[in-house]
Structure formats: structure tokens, C-alpha cells
């Protein structure tokens, strides 16, 4: 089962170029990228970490597998000055460095999946390459998920997956940080996949029985179905509803403790029109983002989004998850 913990690789000296490369073929070797996809996804990492070298301030990748497990994704995220003319900065042998100018366009070819957004106060870029035959997921998914700064062992975990019942997503956050909470979440994440199209009840009352042994956890579920959010979640996840204007509905879990303490857990239903977004994120995310979040912001693909809010909101003294999910098709 790929791990849920993103590696953070900060470019903050052209030596991390050559880390971020290895980071990314090991990361393709813990997914079972077959053949040369680990060098071709070390290219990619390179080409990342060499443009953040060159271009950006503050840049940083994050390397991960995503969200249904069918690959990896290389995450570059910066906070400037932006790229001007992002058609021709995708051009092959275009440079403002007197270099060879292959990075960016050499990385659209390699990822099965290349997306870029840019503004003044940064760049945010995807890179998603697949195993070969694993099908595309039906819905659109992103997520982050960064240990407590100086430490690899994240208290964080995060699930999705399709079903006949609908698109589940998990976010679940082990009290305190460090190994033990790590396997209080982990616990709880390997419950969840067993059987996600259960009713969310079913599964957060499983996880309570599983996680008894455990310190416990806070832990928040989502259903999307045809037009449907459903939402269950106890403890400190909180949930956001939102299109491409404004924020429409915030929910936080019911009081009380996955493993300790558990209430009667409760179903909410938001409407979610076609298009809308749904993000869902752990204490580790100061959930004020939502208060007055720019309309950049607001029309980020889900990768780039959870992207961004780690990049922008992350506390650094807890475990950060953020987790983004689009309804399938187009807002009327």
C-alpha cells in the first residue's frame, strides 16, 4: 500500500536539485513505476528543482503517490515573481538564462499530466505520471500531506475512494504527532479501505472500535454523489464547500475523540452542484484561508489547490493535511 506522507524538498541551493531527482526516483520505486518511468520522473524533479533555482523565491517541491495509488505526483509550489508569458516559457530551448531552456516544455512531455497556474505572489505546478494500463480515477483529487517540521513520521493520513456508492474521502489526524499518532492514523486509514462504500456512520464507528488501543484520532469523511455532499466527522477536520467565487458552507466535526470518546456520529448533506469544490483539512491548516480566499485561489484544479494551501497556510508546529476534490462535470 503506497504511504500517504509527502516529501518536502525546499530549493533553497542548487545542491537540492540533485535531491529532489533521487527523492523522486525513490518515490517511483515505493509506487511500482515500472522500467525507466523512475529516472523519467527523476527528470522531472530536476527540471522542477532547477527552474525553482533559477526563477523562484521561496520554492519548494512536494513529492508524493496520488490519491487513488495508480502513480506519483511532483508538486512545485514558489511565492514569485510569477512567470509572464506562460505559453512561451512552455516552449522548448525558450531561457531568460542564457541556459537551454528544455525544462519546462522537456516536463510537459514526460508527465502524463502537467498543470501550471501562475500569479505574481507565486507558481503553483503538477506533474502526474501513472503506472502503465491504471486507469484514470473519475474524479478529480488532490492532496498534501506534511509531517511536523524536523520529523518524518506524520500523525496525518488521507484516503479516497470510488465505490458504487459514490466518491469517499478520508482525513485522519492521530492526537499529537510523531509515530505513535502515525499509527493511530494509519490504523484508521487501512479500516476505512477495506469497505469505503459503507455507510459514513459504519466506518467512523469501525474506526473507533479499531483505534481503542490507539491514542486516538480526529478523523472527517465525505461522500460525493450526484449533486450530494455527505459529510461525518469527528473532531478537528473541518470541510469547506466552494466554487469558483466564494466559499459556501464550512462544517467541523462533532465533538469527541476517534478511539476514546464517541458521540452518535451524525450525517450532513450540503447540495454539490456540478463543478463545486470540496476541501477538507486537518488543524494543521489555519482554516482562516476560507475567511476571504483570492478568486486564484478559489479556481485551482485540486492539486493545486491543496497546494497551495500548504504552501500558504500550513502550520508548522503540528501535522498539515489539505485535501481538495472536484464534482465531476461543469457548473451550470
Known amino acids: 500500500m503506497p504511504g500517504t506522507t509527502t516529501r518536502q524538498v525546499r530549493v533553497d541551493h542548487h545542491s537540492a536539485v540533485h535531491l529532489a531527482a533521487e527523492t523522486a526516483r525513490a518515490v517511483a520505486r515505493e509506487g511500482a513505476l515500472p522500467g525507466a518511468l523512475p529516472d523519467r520522473a527523476a527528470v522531472i524533479a530536476s527540471e522542477l528543482a532547477a527552474n525553482l533555482d533559477k526563477h523562484a523565491r521561496d520554492g519548494s517541491l512536494y513529492l508524493q503517490h496520488l490519491p487513488a495509488g495508480e502513480g506519483i505526483e511532483i508538486l512545485a509550489v514558489d511565492r514569485g515573481p510569477g512567470i509572464g508569458d506562460l505559453a512561451l516559457s512552455l516552449t522548448d530551448g525558450f531561457s531568460t538564462t542564457g541556459t537551454l531552456g528544455a525544462g519546462l516544455g522537456a516536463v510537459g512531455r514526460i508527465a502524463d499530466e502537467f498543470t501550471i497556474r501562475t500569479e505574481a505572489g507565486g507558481t503553483l ?4 505520471m501513472r503506472r502503465p494500463g491504471a486507469p484514470a480515477p473519475h474524479t478529480a483529487a488532490g492532496v498534501v500531506c506534511l509531517p511536523l517540521e524536523g520529523e518524518s513520521a506524520c500523525g496525518d493520513a488521507w484516503a479516497v475512494a470510488e465505490s458504487e456508492e459514490g466518491v469517499t ?11 505513535q499518532a502515525a499509527e493511530a492514523a494509519q490504523l484508521a486509514r487501512r479500516h476505512f479501505l477495506r469497505e469505503p462504500g459503507r455507510p459514513l456512520p459504519e ?31 469527528i473532531g478537528n477536520i473541518r470541510l469547506m464547500l466552494l466554487d469558483d467565487r466564494r466559499v459556501h458552507a464550512r462544517v467541523t466535526g462533532q465533538p469527541g475523540i476517534v478511539g476514546f470518546t464517541l458521540p ?42 491543496a497546494a497551495a494551501l500548504c504552501r500558504d497556510r500550513r502550520r508548522t508546529r503540528d501535522d498539515a493535511t489539505a485535501l481538495a476534490v472536484r464534482v465531476p462535470g461543469r457548473q451550470p
Open 203 to 233: 466506518l467512523l464507528t469501525g474506526m473507533h472500535r479499531a483505534l481503542r488501543r490507539t491514542r486516538g484520532a480526529a478523523a472527517g469523511l465525505v461522500r460525493l454523489r450526484a449533486g450530494t455532499a455527505e459529510s461525518c466527522g
Open 169 to 179: 474521502a478520508l482525513v485522519v489526524d492521530g492526537l499529537g504527532h510523531g509515530e
Open 264 to 305: 452518535v456520529p451524525r450525517v450532513q448533506r450540503l447540495d454539490a452542484p456540478a463543478g463545486a469544490g470540496l476541501v477538507l483539512c486537518s488543524d494543521g491548516i489555519d482554516h482562516r484561508w476560507a475567511d476571504s480566499p483570492s478568486p486564484f485561489l478559489l479556481r485551482l484544479p485540486p492539486p493545486l489547490l
Open 125 to 128: 505546478m503538477s506533474a502526474r
